[in-house]
């Protein structure tokens, strides 16, 4: 059923303060579609309806009434607003209306659709509690001490695959202003070398690394190079240079190497511990909260386990 005048070449205009031209309203198309989908899983509303409600559509036996739609549209929207967002539900309507038939028509014998959506509301209503408890009970504080911890206790779990280094990096272009006053700064040994060697980057470098606590994979550093100047077996050998290619010059040098199948240090590995750390932490908090919650049942001798 038809239930407007304007095309669909009409419906894609996008002139200059038209409909699709508003953020707002292209969100509000969003909303439709997703409602569309929704009220087909849910069926049309089963009250009485009134002589004047307007049936827009229908799929096989299922019929779509323009009551279905009470609370889509906006107040004060113009009849021609209106009418678009109307137009738009009944077409995704339409379609999901008989997607939804079609799946019906093939559920496999002996599937319970019923005890699934029981079961899924149950674990959603579940996993939303959980939620609430966590971010309202969960500590989220790992110290230093806990990790170093959990380190010591763990480390033989983290043994390296690949080589792994600190180190300081610099990839910029060849014609960049100030490059001898930027190799000096870096041979140098100052404070003032190290913040006018960070300034300089900052303007200039493609890509740096200058901070002396982070471990990289020796790979990640070698593909900013060109190919072959750094790989996990000439590192060992390759640990101060400065190297120029056609467009780029490169300042590497190793502060510290952990070779493969070494154990890896606990820098490395920080946000790895960090999040086991929390994960123990939750599974322990739920599975107190539940113990509680079961024991406040007992206590008030409202569970009863028939033999």
Known sequence: MRILHKTDQNFKQNEPGGFLKSTRFLLYFLVIFAGAASLVSCGSKGEKRSKDDRLLAKVYDKPLYLSDMDGMI????????????????????????ALLRE??????SGLDIDKLVQDYRASLIKHNYENIAVDKLLDSTVTQSQLAAFYEKNKEQYQLETPIIRCYFIKAPRNAPQLSRAQEWWNGNTAADSTALANWCNANAVIHHLQSNIWYKVEDIGAYMPQGSLTVDNVKTRRDFVQRDENFIYFFKVLELVSKKEIA??????????????????????????????????????VTIFE
């Open 74 to 97: 906006p107040e004060g929207m113009s009849s021609e607003d209106s009418a678009l967002i109307i137009n738009a539900f009944v077409r995704s309507w339409v379609r999901e209306a």
């Open 265 to 302: 240090p606990l820098a490395y590995i920080e946000d790895q511990a960090r999040k086991v750390i929390l994960h123990k932490r939750k599974t322990q908090l739920l599975e107190e909260l539940k113990d509680k919650i079961y024991n406040e049942a007992m206590n008030k001798k409202q």
């Open 103 to 108: 799946a019906e028509r093939n559920i496999p």
